[in-house]
T-cell receptor
Framework: AQSVSQHNHHVILSEAASLELGCNYS??????LFWYVQYPGQHLQLLLK??????LVKGIKGFEAEFIKSKFSFNLRKPSVQWSDTAEYFC????????????FGSGTRLLVRP | NAGVTQTPKFQVLKTGQSMTLQCAQD?????MSWYRQDPGMGLRLIHY???????DQGEVPNGYNVSRSTTEDFPLRLLSAAPSQTSVYFC?????????????FGPGTRLTVL
């Protein structure tokens, strides 16, 4: 069965620090990859997605992610975080032979201290 | 354009009670799904539908029923509520194109079962 692992459950950073959140998935076939964000009290919204092509994808609010196929990873990065980035971040994977189904990781809670 | 709406926002039930969580969308999306979000477990798929009259089970379907009589609505029924169903429930939709498109989430329903 497919699964998604997010190794960091809680991350605390100071403003201007760099961020990298890990995401690994288990599936041998072709995948679509997503990062979603949930700000406090709000619903999930898409940060960025990868389908094919350049493995480095850029999303909203200065976030980017790199797909490394050999490592089954899709790590999220941001060079300099802001207090407003405090949120929970979810990695999600769609296996191409599973049509619409998304499998989510357990999430990473990020707290950015001003 | 309301997007994805869910009612109610909050609900408290007693063990054994039944209720229906409502989800409606005005984006004419063919795919709709229900997730539950529990701390440290991310989002888990309960049921999904790829169009009116078509539903299928996700990862955690037990104790829940769904039906899809129209494109717009996808209610989730709890037949006999149990404390283990205390969770936050999200409805999501996706347009045609399989797993290439992002999913759009509703604001969630926070359910407590006593």
């Amino acid at each position: 069965a497919q699964s998604v692992s997010q190794h960091n459950h809680h991350v605390i950073l100071s403003e201007a620090a760099s961020l990298e959140l890990g995401c690994n998935y288990s599936y041998g076939g072709t995948v679509n990859l997503f990062w979603y964000v949930q700000y406090p009290g709000q619903h999930l919204q898409l940060l960025l997605k990868y389908f094919s092509g350049d493995p480095l994808v850029k999303g909203i609010k200065g976030f980017e992610a790199e797909f490394i196929k050999s490592k089954f990873s899709f790590n999220l990065r941001k060079p300099s975080v802001q207090w407003s980035d405090t949120a929970e971040y979810f990695c999600a994977v769609n296996a191409m032979d599973s049509s619409y189904k998304l499998i989510f990781g357990s999430g990473t809670r990020l707290l950015v201290r001003p | 354009n309301a997007g994805v709406t869910q009612t109610p926002k909050f609900q408290v039930l007693k063990t054994g009670q039944s209720m229906t969580l409502q989800c409606a969308q005005d984006m004419n999306h063919e795919y709709m799904s229900w997730y539950r979000q529990d701390p440290g477990m991310g989002l888990r798929l309960i049921h999904y539908s790829v169009g009116a009259g078509i539903t299928d089970q996700g990862e955690v379907p037990n104790g829940y029923n769904v039906s899809r009589s129209t494109t717009e609505d996808f209610p989730l029924r709890l037949l006999s509520a149990a404390p283990s169903q205390t969770s936050v429930y999200f409805c999501a939709t996706q347009g045609s194109g399989g797993g290439y498109n992002e999913q759009f989430f509703g604001p969630g329903t926070r359910l407590t079962v006593l």
